[in-house]
């Protein structure tokens, strides 16, 4: 594949949102599992510990360039396919009844990925930003509660600062669920379509593949609903 | 099935050409046999037009008979209308009542713009097959068709690919107009025959060149192109055409 196909042929340009997809969701296997450690109730102690891994090891922190790298290509090519496909039928039907013959989150990949990107921001503003620069103006408080010490270590007490965000703080827990489901969606429908696009059709293997979808789409997202949730309603403390 | 007559209400695009800005107009029709083709009933409206000395309304169609791909409309939201595998030549009024209000619009996209009321210029898919929907053979007498034998398993896929008709409807009901599934249907009959193969890199990379140059929209997998097929192409094709494009694209020095 010579570059100028890849980043400008339609079907280029698929391959990318693939690509990129299939390690978006690599990487969401891992972030769920490590941040499903606050289940354990242990005051975020294995939460923590993991999280002070993932934030000092060299190799995890090189594969966080990777992820801010696809991440961004996937965000600007998922938008620009959203703009061309909607320049593609200027004069729009009168009457037309999609729900006949496909799925409305498949038609909504770019909506559903703009209320990502919304919930993204959000996101990366609470837990990203102060972890990796010590906090922001915005959320003064966290710096009491930001270091712990662990082994005779300093961590960043990311458990202390989920805490903070959600506990009373229920337009928050709503928007984080909201988030949620919108990536529930945008899974659903981009699981096994990647799958198609990287060419993969297969008479016995294409309904694993769509089930595993629907697996992962619905264990992933009920895992990232129940974690604000537990806050507010203090499940874990 | 018993046969009834029906009264219906059509709201039908009228646009007069290219340029201008079409609009939905109101019609009656009555007494439509319930045997009759969507295509005879349109005759009995134009008719009626005819009669009245107004203009009828323009829309294409040819075999009357499901295979020349023609026959474009727009019929209640889907494409070729209510009934599934099926092109509107072959929709009969047997899937209305008496009563109904029946909308009709042209396919719409910017591939295809519309020439006038419910026809539409599909050039755009004679320039894709141009760009390498073709085999280059020496023609002359035909050979033995048992000198080159085909896997059946291929030949059978190939034939199911080879079904396509180039209608457009695929494009017409894809959210996004796009023509992958009319394009894989083309290479994927081509890549599978032993025919096929001294062009195969080239012809998947201009083909989809080509599509792209033509302003259809970009695949997202909503496989609402296989549901409203008349042939029924499967959108395994389209899996085919991206691994076909992959490899050309990785191996080509073009
Ligand atoms: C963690 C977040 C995300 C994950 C895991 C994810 C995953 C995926 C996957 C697997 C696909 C299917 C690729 C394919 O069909 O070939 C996809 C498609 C897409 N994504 Fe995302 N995505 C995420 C965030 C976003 C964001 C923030 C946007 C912003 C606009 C977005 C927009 C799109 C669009 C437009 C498509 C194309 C639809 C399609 O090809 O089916 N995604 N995404
Ligand atoms: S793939 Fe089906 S819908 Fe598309 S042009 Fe061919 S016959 Fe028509
Ligand atoms: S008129 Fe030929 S397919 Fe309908």
Same mark, same amino acid.
């Given at each position: ?13 698929? =391959? ?53 790298? =696809? ?61 990796? =620069?010590?906090?922001? !103006? ?85 895992? =990232?609903?129940?974690?604000?949730? !537990? ?7 | ?48 037009? +005819? ?15 499901g295979i020349c791909g023609q026959c ?62 073709? +085999? ?26 080879a079904a396509c008709i180039g209608c ?64 029924? +192409?499967?959108?395994?094709? +389209? ?16």
């Open positions: 594949m010579t570059w100028k196909l890849f980043f400008t042929s339609s079907i280029g340009k698929k =391959f990318i949102m693939a690509l990129t997809g299939i390690f978006l969701i690599t990487f969401l296997i891992v972030h769920c599992g490590i941040n499903a450690m606050i289940f354990f109730n242990d005051g975020g102690e294995t939460f923590n510990h993991w999280g002070h891994f993932m934030g000092s090891n060299l190799i995890v922190r090189t594969m966080e360039l990777g992820l801010f790298l =696809f991440l961004i290509m996937h965000i600007v090519q998922g938008l620009t396919l959203w703009s061309q496909n909607n320049k593609s039928r200027p004069v729009k039907y009168v009457v037309k009844n999609s729900a006949a013959n496909s799925t409305w989150y498949s038609r909504s990949m770019g909506l559903l990925g703009t209320l990502i990107l919304i919930f993204l921001v959000l996101h990366l503003y609470h837990f990203w930003t102060p972890s990796r =620069f010590g906090g922001m !103006a915005g959320i003064k408080a966290l710096d009491e509660t930001s270091l712990a010490t662990y082994n005779n270590e300093e961590v960043h007490n990311l458990y202390a600062e989920m805490k903070l965000v959600f506990e009373n703080n229920l337009l928050i827990v709503v928007v984080y669920i909201l988030g949620v489901i919108s990536l529930c969606w945008h899974l659903l429908h981009g699981f096994q379509s990647a799958f198609q696009t990287f060419g993969v059709n297969h008479k016995r293997y294409t309904p694993i593949i769509k089930g595993a979808g629907v697996v992962y789409s619905v264990v992933i997202c009920l895992l =990232f609903a129940l974690m604000p949730l !537990a806050f507010y309603l203090h499940w874990v403390n | 099935m018993e046969h009834y007559n029906m009264n219906l209400t059509l709201k039908i695009w009228r646009q007069k050409n290219n340029q201008s800005a079409g609009s939905l107009e109101t019609y009656q029709v009555k007494d439509i046999s319930s045997e009759m083709s969507f295509l005879e009933m349109f005759d009995v409206l134009n008719e009626q037009l +005819i009669v009245a000395g107004d203009d009828p309304i323009a829309f294409d169609h040819d075999c009357r008979e474009s409309m727009h019929i209640d939201g889907r494409a070729h209308g209510p009934w599934t595998n099926n092109t509107t030549c072959q929709l009969h009024m047997r899937a209305f009542k008496d009563g109904d209000t029946i909308v009709v619009e042209p396919w719409r996209s910017k591939a295809f713009p519309v020439i006038k009321d419910l026809m539409v210029d599909r050039s755009s898919f004679d320039r894709i097959i141009q760009a390498g929907g073709y +085999i280059s053979v020496n023609t002359g007498n035909a050979v033995d068709a048992n000198s080159l034998p085909i896997d059946k398993k291929d030949a059978d896929n190939a034939f199911m690919a457009g409807a695929c494009v017409a009901t894809c959210v996004n107009s796009s023509a992958m599934l009319f394009v894989s249907a083309k290479v994927a009959q081509l890549a599978q025959l032993p025919q096929g193969q001294p062009e195969r890199e080239s012809r998947v990379l201009n083909m989809v060149a080509q599509m792209d140059k033509e302003n259809f929209g970009n695949c997202t997998n909503t496989y609402a192109c296989e549901a409203e097929c008349p042939k029924g +192409i499967s959108v395994s094709n +389209i899996a085919r055409l991206n691994r076909e494009y992959l490899s050309a694209g990785l191996s080509t020095e073009q």
